[in-house]
């Protein structure tokens, strides 16, 4: 890694922890304590407003912003190859979306990589998501971040239909199906519910509490533990 590379890796890692120590830098990118001490010290002198100090941890003062970054041709792929799944397989809002921030980023790019995130030759096939599911997807996302719980009316693969009042935990892709992770009040335990065989749905009005052993966390750790069965 380049010296400039790590100390914007530096700076990012600052900015996104509360406080983080040179042997904690150190480990993650596999320099010396003691490289990490000097870089500390010249991102110091350069004028970035770094707090803390040798065996407590550093911190970078709220408020502090990077200008704009430069991305790596294979960031910029990547970026893109994401933005374009988001296109295909993501209601429209977040499409709508991915646009809106794949086009935020080619603004700050310099005029050499400009042209990279349309010579990228990575893609998703367009339009993969039904548009019943889309509005399905919609109502779950916000739902799941305003803690809504959904009453839904439920097809199962024998095309039985139930009823099911669930907290929306999160919503996973699996390549060509999107589901529901969930909390179910019927079966008092965790779920996973297909949006494409929900037949209706209703966000109630009442909310579900952050309750320990019921939360997202719990869930994937859950799941995990199912699939070590397997």
Not at 103 to 114: A, C, F, G, Q, R
Not at 135 to 163: E, G, H, P
Not at 165 to 183: A, C, N, R
């Amino acid at each position: 890694m380049r010296r400039a590379d790590r100390l914007f890796q530096i700076i990012q890692f600052l900015r996104t922890r509360r406080v983080t120590t040179a042997h904690w830098l150190a480990e993650r990118l596999e320099v010396s304590e003691r490289t990490i001490y000097r870089d500390i010290k010249d991102l110091v002198l350069s004028g970035i407003n770094i707090e803390g100090e040798a065996g407590i941890g550093y911190v970078v003062r709220r408020g502090f912003d990077l200008p704009p970054l430069m991305f790596s041709k294979e960031e910029i792929s990547a970026l893109t190859l994401g933005a374009r799944i988001v296109e295909s397989w993501a209601d429209p809002v977040l499409a709508t979306a991915a646009q809106s921030a794949l086009s935020k980023i080619e603004t700050v790019l310099p005029d050499e990589l400009k042209d990279s995130t349309g010579q990228t030759r990575l893609f998703a096939p367009m339009t993969q998501i039904r548009p019943d599911v889309a509005s399905k997807m919609a109502q779950v996302r916000v739902a799941a971040d305003n803690r809504s719980k959904l009453l839904l009316d439920y097809s199962d693969a024998k095309q039985q239909i139930t009823q099911r009042t669930i907290w929306p935990l999160g919503l996973f892709f699996w390549g060509g199906v999107w589901t529901i992770g969930s909390w179910c009040e019927l079966r008092q335990d965790f779920r996973i519910f297909r949006l494409d065989r929900i037949r209706k749905i209703i966000v109630c009005e009442d909310f579900f509490p952050n309750e320990k052993g019921k939360t997202l966390k719990d869930l994937i750790e859950h799941e995990r533990e199912c699939s070590k069965k397997l």
